[in-house]
């Protein structure tokens, strides 16, 4: 369940008893509700729903930071979807040790690439923790790439750590209910989507509470 690499802790899982076609038909229908517009400097050809969807409470994404009337993404109301990724993050959070792992706030958007459809390299500092939940996604639809952060000691050190390396990248395929969770500093990118389907997911950033 959880990754050492680079060595920076990873956490890759899949949600028990996932329904992918109720997950997509709700995905699409949310899409259409809150309409969808272009982020150019980090998403190309590449529809998503403006953010922020922010919410306050940890066990639920109903409570927005504004006074707009903007839908949260609770209101895509995935079957047990937001306690189960909460579960997760607060597990993870205990992994990497860090103090207060159950207190933070989440802002979320979502997703939906058609062919040549591509995330660049990016990153989310000074997000603690960056993560996306796959809804319809396979790995000839495009896979998820996180850059070696230690990249300029490559070839240097000899790493005897036990953790996985795997050079200046690390790829992580893609499936329909996978979640993954890593530091917000990593620097990450998507491929374009060759394919004729569209590659559905959740992203989101999870920072402190205070």
């Not at 990497?96 to 933070?104: H, L, V």
């Not at 989310?124 to 495009?142: I, K, L």
């Not at 530091?183 to 389907?197: E, M, R, V």
């Amino acid at each position: 369940m959880i990754k050492n690499i680079f060595p920076t802790k990873i956490w890759e899982i899949e949600c028990p008893d996932y329904n992918k076609e109720e997950a997509v038909e709700k995905f699409d229908s949310y899409i259409k509700k809150v309409g969808s517009h272009k982020l150019n400097y980090h998403i190309a050809d590449t529809d998503t729903t403006a953010p922020p969807y922010q919410a306050k409470d940890v066990t639920s994404f109903l409570h927005l930071d504004n006074d707009f009337q903007q839908l949260s993404v609770q209101d895509l109301n995935i079957s047990n979807l937001w306690p189960w990724i909460n579960q997760q993050i607060i597990e993870y959070h205990n992994h990497c040790r860090y103090e207060n792992p159950d207190r933070y706030k989440i802002i979320g958007w979502v997703n939906s690439a058609p062919k040549g459809g591509h995330i660049v390299l990016h990153n989310h500092n000074p997000s603690r923790t960056s993560g996306v939940f796959y809804v319809d996604a396979e790995p000839e639809q495009g896979n998820l790439y996180l850059l070696n952060p230690n990249e300029a000691v490559v070839g240097k050190v000899r790493y005897q750590l036990g953790y996985e390396y795997d050079g200046k990248w690390h790829e992580f395929k893609v499936k329909s209910g996978k979640l993954i969770l890593f530091p917000g500093y990593l620097y990450h990118q998507a491929p374009k989507n060759p394919t004729d389907n569209r590659r559905r997911l959740i992203s989101f950033d999870v920072d402190i509470d205070v």
